[in-house]
């Protein structure tokens, strides 16, 4: 600022460094405001708003550059938030292109059967393996509905995903 003298304290990137002699200046952005925008996103697959969804992984991928990372484990929390956000924004494209190809059903189930491969939550995994499974049948993809089918159970099984949303689709998948 012109016309003002220098600071005389120093200023601190945290309240730790308080008698080390390096300091540098006090950032706001940190991993648990990554983690909030991460349940935001996790919010916005499951109501399906995935446009939503994916600017909140990408905005998380943007501010991970500039956390400051003091251990190993704050470092293994930025690599995973990478992964996932890498992960989800993959598979909502997917999801989104699949969306979009009304006109080829074939299409549309390849996508969606495309969809369940990606590493997600569980919850979305089952919704997706739900939804491919339908297109699946409708459009007479035995084999894959079938093998679908399987994995959908499979995971409602494992106990991985809420009781009552598999109870809901298993009662549905067994019907097939």
């Known amino acids: 600022v012109p016309n003002t003298s220098d600071i005389a304290f120093g200023i601190r990137r945290n309240e730790k460094q308080k008698d080390k002699g390096g300091q540098m200046a006090n950032i706001c952005l940190?991993?648990?405001?990554?983690?909030?925008?991460?349940?935001d996103a996790y919010t916005n697959v499951t109501e399906a708003k995935f446009d939503e969804a994916i600017d909140a992984f990408r905005k998380i991928l943007h501010i991970i550059p500039l956390l400051v990372i003091s251990n190993g484990d704050e470092l293994?929390?930025?690599?995973?938030l990478v992964k996932t956000c890498r992960e989800y924004i993959n598979a909502l494209r997917v999801k989104i292109e699949a969306n979009n190809c009304d006109s080829d059903p074939q299409r549309q189930f390849e996508l969606n059967c495309y969809f369940t491969h990606f590493e997600l939550q569980d919850a979305h995994?089952?919704?997706?393996?739900y939804g491919a499974m339908k297109l699946g049948y409708?459009?007479?993809?035995y084999k894959t509905t079938g093998n679908l089918c399987r994995r959908l159970l499979?995971?409602?099984v494992s106990g991985r995903v809420r009781n009552d949303a598999s109870q809901k689709y298993?009662?549905?998948v067994q019907k097939v």
């Open 30 to 39: 940190n991993i648990s405001m990554c983690n909030d925008i991460m349940k």
């Open 76 to 80: 293994k929390d930025a690599r995973n």
């Open 125 to 129: 995994i089952f919704s997706g393996l």
């Open 138 to 141: 409708k459009g007479a993809y």
């Open 154 to 156: 499979e995971l409602a």
């Open 170 to 172: 298993t009662k549905q």
